[in-house]
């Protein structure tokens, strides 16, 4: 079981380049969701996924979009990444709605120049 | 508004004391805590949790305790270890999807 993975670990962006951030779980899990983190601020939602075909905004969403591709896996989509989007990026995944756990990936680390 | 805080942004403990990590919510309708441990270039890891119809839960040298009436939570450490050195972020669910997190205290454990 690798749990949940990410790819890549690291990216360099120039302003308006854009990038999609992937991220897929094998722990048959039906939530799935995007977290920033930014020193001083915590980890910040930006996407989440309920089910397979189902995507809602989270604190942070401008910017960004998502695709829930199909239960294992839900990328994330910089249009057209912007300095302010330098950050570190997460994956997680949850087994039921409300109180379950959320399993995290390892992270991207995102540079935007 | 930050509706989880987490004042303390780091904490520095000897090895074998207790080390004390604290967290404040604003919202009397949350209703389950969790507190997650963070090593640096790793994904956050679940540590322990606690429901609001309890006021403390242990899981070996962890214990959460809950204040229903203050809207504060801590989490204590006992005996605190060098690998306990880490980022730690308290997180609230609403009872929904979704969990909200707090802004994490780095613990540092030392010899």
């Known amino acids: 079981n690798a749990g949940v993975t990410q790819t890549p670990k690291f990216q360099v962006l120039k302003t308006g380049q854009s990038m999609t951030l992937q991220c897929a779980q094998d722990m048959n899990h039906n939530s799935m969701y995007w977290y920033r983190q930014d020193p001083g601020m915590g980890l910040r939602l930006i996407y989440y996924s309920a089910s397979e075909g189902t995507t809602d905004k989270g604190e942070v969403p401008n910017g960004y979009n998502v695709s829930r591709l199909n239960k294992r896996e839900f990328s994330l989509r910089l249009e057209s990444a912007a300095p302010s989007q330098t950050s570190v990026y997460f994956c997680a995944s949850s087994e039921t709605r409300g109180f379950g756990e959320q399993f995290f990936g390892p992270g991207t680390r995102l540079t935007v120049l | 508004d930050q509706q989880v805080k987490q004042n303390s942004p780091s904490l520095s403990v000897q090895e074998g004391r207790i080390s004390i990590l604290n967290c404040d919510y604003t919202n009397s309708m949350f209703d389950y805590f969790l507190w997650y441990k963070k090593y640096p270039a790793e994904g956050p890891t679940f540590l322990i ?3 609001s119809i309890k006021d403390k839960n242990e899981d070996g040298r962890f214990t959460v305790f809950l204040n229903k009436s203050a ?14 050195s880490a980022v730690y972020f308290c997180a609230a669910n609403p009872n929904t999807d979704k969990l909200i997190f707090g802004t994490g205290t780095r613990l540092q454990v030392f010899p």
């Open chain 2, 49 to 51: 949790s606690i429901s």
């Open chain 2, 71 to 84: 809207k504060h939570l801590s989490l204590h450490i006992v005996p605190s270890q060098p690998g306990d």
